[in-house]
Each structure stands twice: as structure tokens, then as C-alpha cells.
């Protein structure tokens, strides 16, 4: 193995690598070496735009010092301590932090290690708490297509991306999904939420009658659909799967591991839309992606459902070994910390505007069929080349890195999410970046 500033591993084999062409990659490896603020280092020297806040998760920015700071000190105090019957000062302190952003009503968190294990979690509260209630009968799980909810067992149940489920049999039983809002021939180019889909949220009446909403525990779904290229709810969808949930007795659990932490303009994208679920998920933006954690925040009412019963008696069996792990706790509470004294959670509203002009300048490039955009989030659609799906994405993206970008891409779509602190400049030179990387060639 090279030394840290030449940082490039003699020998790739060992590492299999994740959502990953292996092959490719390790016949031209991509190699970050350092980050600040905006930018990554590459272990050849070249500085790369950060359009992708890493993978959704770095909302701060890179290497932010109260973040650094704050695992410094935790790993020199109290490395790990034990969930399991006894606590540290922290993951209380951290809870009631969160509690204070998170919309009314959300009084308790469990902890997690990532967006995966977030939902897993979500989804047994939800089958549990129908069965403390004295419901055990409600135990069938409602998804999305072309949702994305990590990838355990649970998440990609209720999940509808078919390539993330295809290869691993059948499943949870007793899972149903209500069709995807993607309508892009009436919508194409839409800046903000689109007119035209709001109904199809009545699909959900439809199942609940097919299975009969006394066998129905709960409903999935992510407020804006991202890793499966970015579709945003139409007008009135969210409201209308309240209804329905609420009118039936079904919990509605929203996935904010990519929306959650400022992404929309608001802390939570259950505020954005003013619609509030049962349970919210959350990941990503936590630890601002620096340590894995992740959080469910519960509604008073579930949480106080379990707390019945002898004193002595666990009241849910469920948790993780690093659940409120201290040295995430402290990279959680100092990424509040610089959330809170840069407004970060509120920046992406005043910062939308303009986001939204610039990636809609690009309507007129080559091979673009349509544009989507809300708070600090874009996707950019492209037309597939024929006979070989998401190659032309994949080259864009391939091609951008070439050039000191990073951009995401998901199908034929580029999909970008960059730190909350990004500038009026920045967004320029990342729009600009794109139009060069579609109009030389792709």
C-alpha cells in the first residue's frame, strides 16, 4: 500500500466494490484522497466539484471543523459504550436536538447505522405497533414502484426498483405497490412539483380494497423519490396518501434519508410538503455523512404504545450494537451544530431559485428530454442510446469526472444533490460544467 499522499492501493482485487461496475473501475480507478468545503482531491492531484454532496449525505461540506473536532474529542473520551440497557450523555442529548427540528408531534428517535437499517426499522415499529395495539392482523406492507428504501431484505420488499430485487428471490411476503408518478409526457420540464398526477394516489384505495385495510400495517414512500432519478410528488399526491392512510387506520412512514437535513429548504421534507406521516426515516444528512448513523423519529402516540406492561420487561425487541454509537452521536450533534449556525437547514429555499433557472438552461443540450428540480435537488433525463440503457448517462458521468465534476447518474439520468453550502458561482461553474460534458460528446 502507497503512503497517504500517494494514495493509491497497489492491488484492487480484494475490495468488491458496491453499485459498482467492478471491472471498469479497476481497470481506471477513481481515487479521492482529501476533501475541503466544496471540493475532493484526487490521488493524482486534479480538484473535483462536489455536484453530489458525496452520495446525498454531505449537506455541511467536507472535512467542516466542528464536525472533525467534535470525533476527535469523543474518541479520546468514550469510544464505545453499550445501547443495551445502559446509555451515555450524548445519544440523550442528540435525541432531544433532533426532536426540536423534527415537525410537531415527533418526540422520540431510535438510532440506526444507516438509511437501510432505518427503514428495516420503520417497518417493525409499524407491524408492532399494530400488534401491541391489539391488531395483529395488519401485517402487509404497501412500497412504490420505483422506490428506493436501502437495500435489506425489508427495504427492497417494499421498495420497486426492479434491478435491486431481481436476484434475491422472493422476498417479504404480504407486500403490494402503488404505481410510480412519473409522467413525463405530461410533466416534462416541470420547475417544482407537476401539475398533472396528483390522482394517482387514489391507486391506494384500490389496494386497500383489494387486500382490505384491516390487513394493511403501513405505507412507504420517499416525499421525493431520488436515487431512482429524482421524480417529485405532483400536486396534492402526499396529501391525498394522507388521507387515504389516516381514513383507514394505516401508518404513513416517509423515507428523509436523502430529504431529511435541509435538502428542501426545510428541516424535513414532511414540512416542505405540510404533510405530516407517522414515522419519518432518516440517515444521510445526520452525521453529515461523515460516520454511519441513522434515525427513525416516531410519532408520541407509537412510542407511548409500547410503554406498557412490568417496568422491568424490554418493551421492543430491536436495536443494533453501535445504536447511538458516541462518536457518531458527537459528529451528529456538531453537524446540528453547523447546521444551525450556518442556516443550512433553511439555505436550499433561498438558494432554489436560482438553482432552478440554471439547470433548466440546459433544455437546449443534446440528447436532454427532460428537467426536474425541488429545493437543491435536479435531475437531468436523457434520451438512452439505443439497444444500451444508462450507457449514456454512465459516459456523462465518467466524462464530467475527467473534466472536475462530480455528478450522479441512475439509468439515463444525472441526478445532482450538492452541499447546501454551494454558491451562486458554484452553481454556475457545475451547470457549465454539464453543458460542456453534453454538447462534446456523450
Not at 466539484?49 to 472535512?63: F, I
Not at 474529542?73 to 432531544?96: S, T
Not at 404513513?252 to 414532511?270: C, S
Request: net charge negative; aromatic share 8%; with cysteine.
Amino acid at each position: 500500500m502507497s503512503n497517504r499522499l500517494n494514495a493509491t492501493p497497489n492491488d484492487l482485487r480484494a475490495f468488491w466494490m458496491p453499485f459498482t461496475s467492478n471491472r471498469q473501475f479497476k481497470k481506471e480507478p477513481r481515487m479521492f484522497v482529501s476533501a475541503k468545503d466544496m471540493h475532493y482531491k484526487t490521488h493524482d492531484g486534479r480538484t473535483v466539484l462536489d455536484g453530489t454532496a458525496g452520495l446525498w449525505c454531505v449537506n455541511a461540506g467536507h472535512c467542516r471543523p466542528l464536525i472533525t473536532e467534535a470525533i476527535r474529542e469523543q474518541a479520546g473520551e468514550l469510544d464505545y459504550a453499550p445501547a443495551f440497557q445502559l446509555g451515555h450523555p450524548k445519544a440523550f442529548e442528540l435525541a432531544n436536538r433532533l426532536v426540536d427540528i423534527a415537525p410537531d408531534g415527533f418526540n422520540h428517535v431510535l438510532y440506526t447505522n444507516s438509511g437501510s437499517e432505518s427503514v428495516d426499522t420503520a417497518l417493525k415499529v409499524a407491524l408492532a405497533y399494530h400488534r401491541v395495539k391489539g391488531d395483529g392482523a395488519r401485517s402487509r406492507l404497501i412500497g412504490r414502484e420505483r422506490g428506493y428504501h436501502g437495500v435489506n431484505f425489508g427495504g427492497i420488499s417494499v421498495g420497486g426498483i426492479v434491478s435491486n430485487r431481481k436476484m434475491f428471490g422472493t422476498l417479504l411476503s404480504g407486500v403490494d405497490h402503488m404505481p410510480h408518478t412519473h409522467m413525463p409526457d405530461r410533466n416534462a420540464f416541470t420547475k417544482g412539483e407537476p401539475e398533472h398526477g396528483g390522482d394517482i394516489a387514489s391507486e391506494l384505495e384500490r389496494i386497500v380494497t383489494l387486500h382490505d385495510a384491516s390487513t394493511i400495517a403501513a405505507v412507504i414512500v420517499e416525499p421525493v423519490a431520488g436515487s431512482t432519478g429524482v421524480l417529485i410528488p405532483p400536486k396534492g399526491y402526499l396529501q391525498k396518501l394522507r388521507e387515504i392512510c389516516t381514513k383507514h387506520g394505516i401508518l404513513l412512514i416517509f423515507d428523509e434519508v436523502i430529504t431529511g437535513y435541509g435538502r428542501l429548504g426545510t428541516p424535513f421534507a414532511a414540512q416542505y410538503f405540510d404533510v405530516m406521516p407517522d414515522m419519518i426515516v432518516t440517515a444521510k444528512g445526520l452525521t453529515n455523512g461523515v460516520i454511519p448513523m441513522g434515525a427513525v423519529f416516531v410519532t408520541s402516540e407509537i412510542h407511548d404504545a409500547f410503554m406498557q406492561g412490568p417496568e422491568h420487561m424490554i418493551e421492543f425487541f430491536h436495536g443494533y450494537t453501535y445504536s447511538g454509537n458516541p462518536i457518531a452521536s458527537a459528529a451528529a450533534i456538531a453537524t446540528l451544530d453547523t447546521y444551525r449556525d450556518e442556516g443550512l437547514l433553511t439555505r436550499a429555499a433561498t438558494l432554489a431559485p436560482y438553482w432552478e433557472k440554471a439547470l433548466h438552461g440546459l433544455r437546449d443540450c443534446p440528447h436532454v428530454i427532460d428537467i426536474r428540480n425541488i429545493g437543491l435537488i435536479g435531475a437531468i433525463e436523457l434520451a438512452p442510446i439505443a439497444g444500451e440503457p444508462t450507457k449514456r448517462a454512465f459516459s456523462a458521468f465518467l466524462k464530467a469526472y475527467e473534466n472536475g465534476l462530480l455528478i450522479r447518474t441512475t439509468g439515463d439520468t444525472i441526478a445532482l444533490s450538492p452541499p447546501l453550502i454551494i454558491t451562486e458561482a458554484q452553481i454556475d461553474e457545475l451547470v457549465a460544467g454539464i453543458r460542456h460534458v453534453l454538447e462534446t460528446g456523450i
